[in-house]
């Protein structure tokens, strides 16, 4: 699978600019952790951030002795950023951003703000599928916080074959609640299927296409407004 996260980003400089300053933390073998530029334009820029991780693994053996073996792991992600419009573009994130962020932060002398994106993902499904002109429909939804009564709420998921939009306005009966992820199917050809996240996430076949990534970032920031 193919993950995204989108964050908003206020750069306090030009693309250039960012590129020379992430150079200054470039990762390097004497380095735990660092950033590689690959591509810089003057509207974009395209990047890598990777950790070096030293793992201790403890083996015993059948009679109670152990060994420690130890071994280097690297960890990678990849990262896009522009001014304007969202900002930064994470590529298959790992669980925590947190030392990727305050290495971008740490680079900018702290003068970037970057903070997360809460979506409506029902809106930016409609979104979507008005900028690719193709039929969307949503065949799983994951809710929570549906209040049942007062101080009583509930979790559900709801699954189908069909869309399922109808069947949650049915379950919720006009509850408030909120609607952490969806799963959508674009019909084709070619047929797409991706989850959406109310915290500006996608997860897509590897090999989607470029212009679905890019209906996928239009319909986001469209959402926003």
Known sequence: MNRRKWLRANWPFGMPVLAQRLRRQQFTRGTPNGFIIDRVRHDTMEGRFVEQQEISQIVESPLGERSVYE????????????????????????????????RLAEACDFQVAITEINVDVMSWCERLAFELDRRVDIVSCQLRNIKVAESVYATAVLKGSVDVRAAAN?????????NDKIKVQI?????????????SAVALDQNAPDYLLTSLRGSLLSSLT
């Open 71 to 102: 071994r280097t792991e690297f960890r990678e992600f990849g990262f896009k950023s522009a001014p304007g419009g969202l900002g930064l573009e994470v590529i298959n994130p790992p669980r925590s951003l947190s030392l990727f962020l305050s």
């Open 170 to 178: 049915l379950f919720t009966r006009g509850a408030p609640y909120t």
């Open 187 to 199: 019909e084709g050809p070619p047929f797409f299927s991706l989850v959406l996240t109310r915290h």
